[in-house]
């Protein structure tokens, strides 16, 4: 799809996959933009994206040093259509003179919320139970039946203080008995402001009844709830990952759940995203949805928004909005 052609010098600004309308809006008129769709793939963008200024990817989108190559000298900016910018190879970029951004705050609270609606999914069972009713294995009212975990006075962990993680912790704090919260950065103003107690991972992980995870992928945080954090975690604890999959060994949540340690798992992203282990497609106790933590109405379009904004001001010899970095 072609917007906006500049007579004589168009600038050409590459979409990797799709740009939501709210994004389109912003960049109509002014430069040529080109969408990959949702079917790209890398051969595609390697070709496409030759001669543009600006290329907007988003979290299922490499960015490496073959892409920036493809792209070419004119490249000025590489704004991710996400928060998270785990996709995109920063040194190569740096050292081509290339910018990146990314749309931090506008998908906080959707972020957050999805994390809190998967707390209490997984403590209740709620699509496994719906599954049962659904199945017409219903039989009726039974006082032992179905039960779940009941989290009022609970003690919450957050692993991880960024945005998403203190927004979390504020929503779950109309329920919890206790806030813990891990960080690699002291953060005392937020356990003034949140009443939340900043802990050592394992004091974090052998305390919490629910451990929601808020932490940006790298290479440092690779796999950093794996068998031996789960073993330390409270035994039928809940574990919800809302930022990446790479940062949880899905093996070892699919034994924990299968052996009680785990009592239930919301689990919104996977490390090699579509595909889901099929070790937690039968696990028990794991509610699973396809990566949707930003995807509300307003968060995505915003995102969109954000991403478009960032790509104008580059281009426009401004400074980006939201750079990363
Ligand atoms: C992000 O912004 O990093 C999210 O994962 C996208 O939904």
Known sequence: MKLGMNTNSVTKVTVAKTL?????????????????????DREYLLEMVAGSAALIADPTVPVDGEVLDAAGSELKVVANYAVGYDNIDLGACASRGVIVTNTPDVLTDATAELAVGLTFAAARRIPEFEGELRAGRWTGWDPGG???????????????????????AEIMSGVAGRILFWSRSGLPAVEQELGARQVGLHDLLAESDVVSIHVAASPENEGMIGSGEIAAMKPGSILVNTARGSLVVASAVAEALASGQLGGAGLDV????????????????????????????????????????????????????????
């Open 270 to 325: 996977f490390e090699n995203e579509p595909e889901v282990p099929r070790v937690l497609l039968d696990a028990p106790g794991a509610v699973l949805t396809p990566h949707i933590g930003s995807a509300t109405f307003r968060a995505r379009d915003e995102m969109a928004r954000l991403a478009a904004r960032n790509v104008r001001e580059v281009l426009s010899g401004r400074d980006p909005v939201t750079p990363v970095g």
């Open 20 to 40: 939501l309308p709210a994004g389109m809006n912003v960049l109509e008129g002014e430069f040529e933009v080109t969408e990959g769709g949702p079917d790209c």
């Open 146 to 168: 179905y039960r779940g975990i009941e989290l009022t006075g609970c003690t919450i962990g957050v692993l991880g203080m960024g945005r998403i993680g203190r927004r979390y």
